[in-house]
């Protein structure tokens, strides 16, 4: 019985290499792929961020900007941000009548704000600005680009709703006198607005103006109107998204070219690095064997949060960044409980075996109630938070829970381990402690 | 490091007042700047918009000035940024609308190859943002309060409160009288090191938990003290070890994250010293000097009690 005792258990200690090669291979094999499918917020990317204030639309003054006014809102913005193919677009309502809409990588931001911002309201007008038809009369969902049967340029083709209206309409405009036979197309008309000022501007709101010579009976409406494919698609795009219930006015704009983004981020991510690395390096020698596990359980803490991170689909900001560095520190400063628990334990003369259990009992409480106050911070400033705030909550919630898995089940499934082969009997110098400095029993 | 609550000669309490004094002194004076000449708030929190022209190469203001008057603009105020001043960052305060800085970026575009980061701020953003940090941090406390009395006690509670709110001002502090540039991640930074400052208070509070335990009577300010100064040494290599190792990452964000960061690291380190030195100068020392009146408090209670109980109805 004694004689066995004394044997070290190499088992314990194959299974704790097997876990260690397990997560570095895991790590080499896996973190790039995970580092790149991090989406990064504006402040690391470049993007844009555009906060609106929603106004009832001219003919509608009254109407008051409620609850489900602005939910629509975000839904007809929503489908037309698909239209741009940004992912993970994030649009918030904010306060009682703003939308602040954050796209992160977009490539052609003027694109992206007109699209954002036009009402998308499609009205067919006579060149004395009566109103024809409009959206309502259309098929919804209906618009498409197409091609122009002759000329083959890109075009927009819509439907009518009612069979008869179109016909009856192009009949309408072809018997007027020949000056005055053309439908005029607009997007976005507004009260005031003229056919033969709008006409001459360089940038105007006239979409086209067809000439209508003869009766059209046809339910399918050609727009044709210096499109390029990729305009075309657009504003079949945003038809079918649909007309905002609202208008938009640009509170700000924050947009940032991706240059900066990229110098930042390169800059932060080597700087992080360094920090990581010195960390590391102080574990090793502050805590010896100890700070090795440390630098496993570590290095399995920064891989598991951006695995989760990438789960929730969550996007990486610098708020999000300043919480993963506390998340670190928490991370470590679990450690460093637990093995100046230890410590303390060997130095009062405790067996390692021992002062590993006692350890790990004693710091376990600390830790909880440390992490918990921090957490219950976190939810209070996810749930009352806005955008960066939250973000930040987010990142912090996450990092803690993690810190905790890793730097407390983690380090402990680790070292224990090691203080259960035997290996370390007798050996206090291996954590750090002098053999002088343990007090006698 | 290696600390022996035993045989250690430091002593947190004895010195206590002069940690408060200073402290003290140097939030008033936080305060009364703060008061007066203000945090040098940036674009973020003032109404206005910012140019950052790349070059992509050395510039100077006057070139990007020049710049600017060629299309009819001039900018309020223009510094110069990044390690080689290749970035010109013009402020107008004010703002432009949607064409102007079209008009600008195209510009510099042409000349520079690059598009300048157009930031038009209403201080909406900025403000609502601070605004709700503050809210939800003092929402935050609230709830740490509650926590805190259900574990350990209330005086605990208040002792981590004043610690948090001692870490956010000197930060506030720091800022107010180096007028540094405060941003949006200046808040993040804030935030930061309100957890920090929290998870670190409560780490010392929980030894001296521990330890109050342990103690058969504790009666006198001395023997709070003893307790306290006990648990302080106790903890002291923990906390020198945690705060270095996170003072590792953000100075290492510091020196090295270039411009972008530069504000956002510096808040940190500066609240992590903050952070570290309110957990082993004001908090426990706080706690301890409540503590002890709480009991005085009880002793008297007990007795006027215990004298009631022994002349009864002299009247």
Redesign the interface.
């Known amino acids: 019985m004694a004689k066995r005792r004394k044997g070290v258990r190499k088992s314990f200690i194959a299974v704790f290499f097997a876990i260690v090669i397990a997560i570095g291979v895991m790590i080499t094999v896996t973190a790039e792929e995970q580092v790149d499918d991090i989406s990064l917020g504006l402040?690391l990317q470049g993007g844009f961020e555009v906060?609106y204030e929603v106004q009832p639309l001219d003919e509608e003054e009254d109407r008051e900007i409620d609850r489900e006014l602005l939910t629509d809102t975000v839904s007809a913005l929503n489908a037309r941000i698909d239209v741009l193919g940004v992912s993970e677009p994030s649009i918030n309502i904010?306060?009682e009548d703003r939308i602040r809409v954050q796209l992160a990588g977009v490539d052609d931001q003027?694109q992206a704000?007109e699209l954002l911002s036009t009402q998308a309201r499609l009205e067919f007008r006579d060149v004395n600005d009566e109103l024809m038809m409009d959206g309502s009369d259309l098929v919804e969902g209906g618009a498409r680009q197409n091609f122009h049967g002759e000329t083959n340029e890109p075009i927009v083709s819509v439907t009518v709703d009612d069979a008869t209206l179109f016909e009856d309409i192009t009949r309408e405009i072809s018997s007027r006198p020949p000056e005055e036979r053309q439908l005029v197309i607009w997007l976005d008309y507004e009260e005031g607005d003229s056919f033969e000022e709008e006409i001459m501007k360089e940038d105007s709101k006239i979409v086209s103006a067809p000439r209508v010579d003869e009766v059209i009976p046809s339910r399918d409406v050609m727009i044709s109107g210096n499109f390029t494919v990729e305009s075309a698609s657009d504003l079949a795009g945003i038809l079918n998204a649909g007309a905002l219930p609202v208008e938009l006015e640009?509170?700000?704009?924050?947009?940032?070219?991706a240059?900066?983004g990229e110098?930042?981020m390169e800059?932060?991510v080597?700087?992080?690095i360094?920090?990581?690395a010195?960390?590391f390096a102080?574990?090793l020698f502050?805590y010896r064997f100890m700070g090795a596990v440390a630098v496993v359980t570590l290095s399995a803490y920064i891989y598991l949060v951006l695995v989760i991170f990438n789960w929730l689909n969550a996007v990486l900001t610098?708020?999000g960044i300043?919480?993963l560095?506390?998340g670190?520190?928490?991370a470590?400063?679990a450690n460093?409980?637990t093995f100046?628990r230890i410590k303390?334990e060997l130095r009062s003369g405790r067996s390692v075996m021992s002062a590993f259990k006692a350890g790990s009992r004693r710091s376990l409480?600390?830790i909880l109630?440390?992490?918990?106050?921090?957490i219950?911070?976190?939810?209070?400033?996810f749930y009352?938070?806005?955008?960066?705030?939250q973000g930040?909550a987010v990142m912090?919630i996450v990092s803690i829970l993690t810190s905790f898995l890793t730097a407390v089940f983690g380090a402990r499934l680790l070292l224990g381990l090691w203080v259960n082969s035997r290996a370390l009997n007798k050996k206090p110098r291996l954590f750090g402690v002098k053999e002088s400095?343990i007090s006698e029993i | 490091m290696?600390f022996n609550s035993e045989t250690s000669k430091l002593d947190f309490i004895k010195h206590r007042k002069k940690f408060f004094a200073f402290s003290g002194a140097f939030l008033l004076t936080g305060i009364i700047l703060l008061f007066t000449i203000g945090l040098n708030l940036g674009i973020d929190f003032e109404s206005g918009t910012t140019v950052?022209v790349?070059a992509g190469e050395e510039v100077t203001a006057a070139e990007i000035d020049q710049q600017f008057a060629e299309i009819g603009y001039e900018p309020d105020d223009i510094m110069l940024a990044g390690e080689n001043n290749e970035?010109g960052r013009a402020s107008f305060i004010g703002g432009l609308d949607?064409e102007e800085?079209?008009e600008i970026q195209s510009h510099f575009e042409d000349i520079y190859g690059?598009?300048?980061?157009?930031?038009?701020?209403?201080p909406?953003?900025g403000e609502?943002?601070a605004q709700?940090?503050v809210?939800?941090?003092l929402?935050?406390t609230v709830?740490?309060i509650i926590?805190?009395t259900f574990?350990?006690e209330f005086l605990y509670g208040v002792a981590a409160i004043v610690a948090l709110f001692h870490d956010a001002l000197f930060i506030l502090t720091v800022f107010a009288v180096t007028q540094m540039e405060v941003n949006?991640?200046f808040?993040?930074?804030v935030?930061?090191i309100?957890?920090?400052s929290?998870?670190d208070t409560?780490?010392t509070f929980?030894?001296i938990r521990e330890n109050m335990r342990l103690e058969k009577a504790v009666n006198t300010f001395e023997d709070i003290s003893r307790v306290v100064n006990k648990s302080l040494v106790?903890?002291l290599?923990?906390s020198i070890?945690?705060v270095?190792?996170?003072v590792?990452?953000?100075?290492?964000?510091l020196?090295?994250?270039?411009?972008?960061?530069r504000v956002?690291s510096f808040a940190?380190v500066v609240g992590l010293v903050a952070g570290t030195y309110s957990s082993l100068f004001i908090a426990a020392q706080l706690w301890a000097v409540l503590k002890s009146k709480q009991i005085a408090r009880r002793l008297r209670r007990e007795e006027l009690k215990a004298r009631e109980e022994s002349e009864p109805e002299n009247a």
């Open positions: 402040d906060l904010e306060g003027e704000r640009e509170l700000s704009l924050n947009s940032v070219g240059q900066l110098r930042s800059l932060a080597n700087a992080g360094v920090g990581i010195l960390i102080y574990m502050y610098l708020p300043a919480a560095i506390l670190v520190g928490m470590v400063d460093i409980i100046e303390d409480s600390t109630d440390a992490n918990i106050t921090t219950l911070a976190a939810a209070v400033l009352f938070g806005t955008s960066a705030v930040f912090l400095d | 290696k950052d790349l970035i949607q800085s079209l690059s598009t300048p980061n157009v930031s038009t701020i209403t909406i953003v609502e943002l709700n940090a809210i939800s941090v929402i935050a709830g740490i926590y805190v574990r350990f949006i991640p808040i993040a930074a935030l930061t309100v957890g920090y929290i998870n409560i780490v929980d030894r106790q903890t290599a923990r070890n945690t270095l190792t996170v590792f990452a953000a100075g290492a964000l020196l090295l994250g270039g411009e972008g960061l956002f940190l």
